[in-house]
């Protein structure tokens, strides 16, 4: 409604108005009571079904000798150590690349050309879907190693392509917020460009820097469809990360899932150490606890770091 | 104070990273006191080679409960040897086979025309052969169980089976349904059916349309593939998906390994003959025994199942997976292992140890010699 | 650390080079490390290229032959093939983007402005907590769990709302749909929609509040004046972020979701529609070369779809990403600026 060049709003009653504003609040408490559903549930399934399985002998045992449902059982330790490994690697090919890219926009190129299409091209890469980041890393390593090339490092190459994004940004971040005057004091005092990004910048943004590099490997940590593609599954403990298929905690998780049922005979089940039909889906709960334990210690680590180390006075 | 934190946090990172490896480089988690029962064990015999070193086959995953147990067994006798099988589908098995990357591999269905030309290559001048070294029943597998029906063999006919699977038969209680069940006719309910299939490649679809299309030609009328050929129903990953879908809700009914299928559930008897066959040991060795065997001049055996036959006992719908190696090598250690492995699989200690851990059928009498023939013409020739 | 000249010797002159060009080396690096980024993304379209190009362009009876295979004998055509597959992947990611959205904002309203201090920094650490399960812990969740007790809801809604199109059908027994992945993908988007529309709604500046409320609004008539519009455009990246999540999802699709080849709008019924990116991991280990090449082809479809919708996300929001307000993808601890600062002006 237009009256005398003034615009306003349909009139309402004030009841009117209260009614709608009750009506939100209760629809947005709602939302969240129903946000925190989920989590609840997830959390809930996966300690009671997990904790069945999950034991010492669990954590330290891999898969080589273990037949079907039959004792002993096995455990997931190639799983773990394979996701160690190649997540390790994945955070040496990433963060040097990250830190560096991070360096060169916000001290070098601020706010230029080249510094727009990085940052362009860093969130075109943080889009790409994670499959396609696994069927990269094959087509790459098969186009100069010839198909079938599968193994460890492969799949880090394709965890870092998911990583580097995150590390960009949360390192330009942290050495944006570092404040001018610190480096021109340095400037001042004679000290070259470089020394002060080593020594001033870096070191003040460290712990900020470390939290993202542990919440970005928290993210890549459980990510299966690359490494399902790229790195595979194997039963014993391989720690080559250039030769054969290394197993890693997701696809530990859902390889079991995948194969299902044991077949047991009725004396088997009987035994003093019987066979057990359901075990595998017994080891992808207990795999899956392994996994969300982990996720959730990174990302507790991240925070304490940042919180501990930061510095609060700058 | 800057300094001081960013140290301790440096040396905390690095006390973690050394804790890290230490445990990693800790113990190799292998597992002891395997459950295999000792008469499954293979003999040893005393004119064996001793051999030694990695060696690798991919293929199959129907088969890989089985080689699991074979791994077991035959370190056995050679223990110090390192197996290990991938599971990554018989497309992908045999393709690392073609390239050299593994010695064997397992496959739900034997090789077609290219892959044995590819297969020259990599043996020499001579075509590769497949040769039969798991077999089991495939069960048709239903969830009817709050009518109480999964306790009762349902009896269906070839034609029936192809009708509810293509969709033409809807519900529980039609007619050709009643008429072949008279006696629990009034326990069948009414409830939709719905077929669950296998929505990746397999050879048990293979081996289920084949059957089909041989037993119920009309009903049947596409030609058989790994990948399933109707829409009706739900489609599972993996026989376990299957399982777990027929599992999940009632009025389903799948196709699955017969060793696999959960105790619970109903299992479908097939008319052969003149009377109603469930998939057990006996039917399907029964089965086995009644196959042919193609005829082939470079050691092939090739197993055609007898899906028509109308002989008691008999059960007609069953997946046989292949193990493919070349029949000649340049290299002596690479031939003897490939012939002490593929004698072990096949013979009966090792089928007898297959059977009990995976539930596969241990081959037929007619099948085993064929294989052995083939086996023993493995041979080194100079590079 | 202060670097001081001296003419005296030999190795100080050494010294004194080498500083001068550990500058411009230091600068160098920086610089390579920064188009090494755009190396990898040119590999990345250029390797999928050319594994992707036999499928595309090469020698036709071998793709023929795949395609025929991968698709069941139902076609041979490349973009015959991939359709249903996009159409499948739109469909799922659209439909959890629509959910999550409502919720998210619900959510990411009531931390900033209705809940107390330290209930909101709970909530917003639980919902932080939901974005690091990992999605096969979804998919293993959504597939033992919430499918086998979901059917009686999908049961009602396709009693009393089937005259919807997207409710029409018989509802399937078990509900492995599209309906019931949504629902998962919903949960799995909701805490990154979430995070960052938390972060917009709490940059609102509080003068453009006050002055609503002391104009005599109610609360949500603030949020609908002040809060709202000015998170406009911050609202709208966050969708984006969460539809490119989406539409990437592999796992929680691969492990739930029954697939079919058809371009099928009903919800509640199994085998209609299947995602590009759960057909790959699901055909991948039994395809030989030639299928593996039709396969990457899809997952260069892919690719494109989820660059458009970043380009989209760009032009909707209309300024560069490299700015100090927002970024796509902040420090995660920058929520709630907890932890640590994460501006100048903190």
């Known amino acids: 409604m237009q009256r005398n060049g003034l615009i306003t709003s349909p009139i309402r009653s004030l009841r009117s108005r209260q009614y709608h504003d009750h009506a939100m609040t209760i629809l947005i408490y709602s939302t969240a009571c129903l946000a925190l559903l989920p989590l609840i549930a997830i959390l809930w399934s996966t300690i009671s079904h997990g904790s069945t399985r999950f034991d010492w002998y669990f954590l330290t045992h891999n898969m080589k000798g273990v037949v079907g449902g039959l004792y002993p059982y096995g455990g997931v330790l190639n799983a773990i150590l394979g996701t160690l490994l190649i997540t390790i690697t994945a955070t040496l090919i990433s963060v040097p690349i990250g830190l560096f890219t991070a360096i060169y926009m916000v001290e070098y190129a601020h706010g230029g050309v080249i510094s727009t299409m990085i940052s362009f091209l860093v969130d075109v890469m943080s889009g790409i879907p994670s499959i396609v980041a696994g069927l990269f890393a094959y087509a790459l390593f098969s186009f100069f190693f010839g198909p079938g090339c599968i193994n460890g490092f492969v799949g880090a190459v394709a965890l870092s392509i998911l990583m580097i994004p995150t590390v960009i940004r949360s390192c330009e971040q942290m050495l944006d917020i570092v404040p001018r005057d610190l480096r021109e004091a340095s400037y001042a005092l004679g000290a070259t460009k470089s020394r002060t990004i080593i020594n001033i910048v870096l070191r003040s943004s460290l712990p900020g820097i470390v939290s993202g590099v542990l919440l970005a490997i928290a993210r890549v940590i459980g990510e299966t469809a690359p490494l399902l593609i790229a790195s595979g599954s194997v039963s014993f403990t391989n720690l080559n990360l250039f030769n054969g298929r290394m197993s890693s905690l997701p696809v530990y998780v859902y390889n079991q899932y995948a194969e299902g049922m044991a077949v047991c005979s009725a004396s088997a089940r009987a035994a003093v150490h019987p066979c057990i039909p359901g075990i595998r889906m017994e080891r992808a709960w207990a795999a899956a606890l392994v996994l969300i334990l982990i996720v959730l210690f990174l990302n507790l680590i991240g925070r304490f770091i940042s919180h501990r180390f930061s510095v609060s006075h700058l | 104070m800057n300094q001081h934190h960013s140290q301790h946090l440096l040396r905390m990172i690095l006390s973690c990273l050394i804790i890290f490896f230490t445990l990693s480089s800790a113990g190799c988690g292998q597992n002891l006191g395997n459950n295999i029962p000792s008469i499954s064990l293979p003999k040893k015999q005393k004119d064996a080679v001793a051999l030694s070193g990695n060696y690798s086959g991919a293929g199959a995953s129907s088969q890989q409960s089985a080689i699991q147990t074979w791994i077991v067994g035959f370190n056995e006798l050679q223990p110090a040897v390192n197996l290990s099988y991938d599971p990554s589908g018989s497309g992908a098995g045999v393709a690392t086979f073609l390239n050299g990357a593994n010695v064997w591999a397992g496959s739900d269905i034997p090789l077609n025309n290219e892959q044995l030309r590819n297969s020259e290559t990599i043996c020499h001048g001579h075509t590769a052969f497949d040769l039969p070294d798991y077999a089991a029943p495939i069960a048709i597998t239903y969830n009817l169980s709050s009518y109480g029906l999964n306790a009762k063999h349902l009896h269906l006919t070839a034609q029936v089976i192809a009708e509810i699977f293509n969709g033409t038969i809807t519900n529980w209680d039609s007619p050709q349904i009643k008429a072949l069940n008279p006696s629990i006719a009034s326990q069948l309910p009414d409830l939709s059916i719905t077929p669950v299939w296998r929505s990746d490649k397999s050879g048990t679809t293979k081996n289920f349309e084949e059957y089909l299309a041989a037993a119920a030609p009309h009903d049947w009328t596409k030609t058989s593939s790994e990948n399933w050929s109707y829409q009706a129903g739900q489609g599972a990953k993996g026989t376990s998906g299957v399982i777990q879908t027929v599992l999940q809700a009632e009025g389903t009914i799948g196709y699955a390994d017969a060793a696999q299928v959960t105790s619970g559930l109903g299992i479908v008897a097939v008319h052969v003959g003149t009377n109603y066959v469930l998939p057990t040991d006996i039917a399907t060795s029964n089965a086995l025994s009644q196959s042919t065997i193609l005829p082939s001049t470079t050691g092939r055996v090739i197993v055609s199942l007898p899906h028509t036959t109308t002989v008691a006992n008999t059960y007609p719908i069953d997946l046989v997976s292949y193990a493919i190696a070349c029949p000649v090598y340049t290299n002596n250690s690479k031939a003897e292992f490939v012939k002490q492995w593929l004698t072990y699989i096949d013979s009966v200690e090792g089928q007898d140890a297959a059977h009990m851990t995976s539930g596969s059928v241990p081959l037929s009498h007619n099948i085993r010699t064929k294989v052995m023939e083939t086996i023993q013409s493995i041979r080194v020739v100079a590079s | ?346």
Not at chain 3, 43 to 69: C, E, H, Y
Not at chain 3, 97 to 116: N, S
Not at chain 3, 145 to 156: A, C, E, I
Not at chain 3, 274 to 289: H, R, V, Y
Request: aromatic share 10%; hydrophobic share 50%.
């Open chain 3, 1 to 346: 650390m202060i670097h001081t000249s001296s003419t005296h010797s030999t190795s100080t002159f050494v010294s004194r080079t080498l500083c001068r060009y550990a500058d411009t080396i230091f600068k160098y690096i920086t610089l390579i490390a920064g188009l090494i980024i755009l190396f990898i993304l040119t590999a990345v379209t250029v390797f999928l290229l050319i594994q992707a190009a036999p499928a595309m362009v090469g020698d036709k009876n071998q793709t023929v032959w795949a395609i025929r295979s991968l698709s069941g004998g139902r076609t041979i055509h490349f973009w015959t093939y991939v359709g249903p597959l996009i159409f499948g992947t739109i469909l799922t990611s659209f439909l959890a983007l629509v959910c999550a959205l409502f919720i998210a904002l619900g959510v990411a309203l009531f931390i900033t402005q209705y809940a107390p201090r330290p209930l909101a920094f709970i909530l917003s650490h639980v919902i932080d907590l939901l974005a690091a399960v990992p999605s096969v812990i979804f998919g293993l969740w959504g597939g033992l769990v919430l499918v086998p007790s979901t059917y009686p809801f999908w049961k009602w809604m396709n009693t009393y709302f089937g005259w919807i199109p997207l409710f029409s059908g018989q509802a399937s027994n078990p509900p492995r749909t599209v309906a019931t992945v949504s629902l998962v993908l919903t949960i799995m988007i909701l805490p990154i929609i979430c995070s960052m529309a938390r972060d917009i709604f709490q940059q609102t500046p509080v003068l453009l509040k006050e002055a609503a409320l002391g104009l005599g609004a109610t609360q949500w008539e603030m949020i609908k004046l002040a809060v709202l519009p000015f998170g406009k455009k911050g609202v709208i990246s966050a969708a984006m972020l969460g539809l490119g999540r989406a539409l990437g999802e592999t796992m929680a699709v691969l492990m739930i979701l029954s697939p079919g080849d058809l371009y099928s709008w009903k919800l509640l019924v199994a085998s209609q529609n299947q995602t590009i990116a759960a057909n790959i991991a699901a055909q991948f280990p039994e395809s030989d070369s030639a299928g593996v090449s039709v396969l990457i082809a899809t997952g260069l479809v892919l690719f494109v779809i989820t660059f458009l919708v970043n380009i989209a996300a760009h032009h909707l929001t209309g300024n560069a990403i490299h700015t100090k307000q927002k970024n796509n993808i902040r420090h995660p601890l920058c929520i709630n600026k907890q932890f640590i600062r994460c501006s100048e002006t903190d």
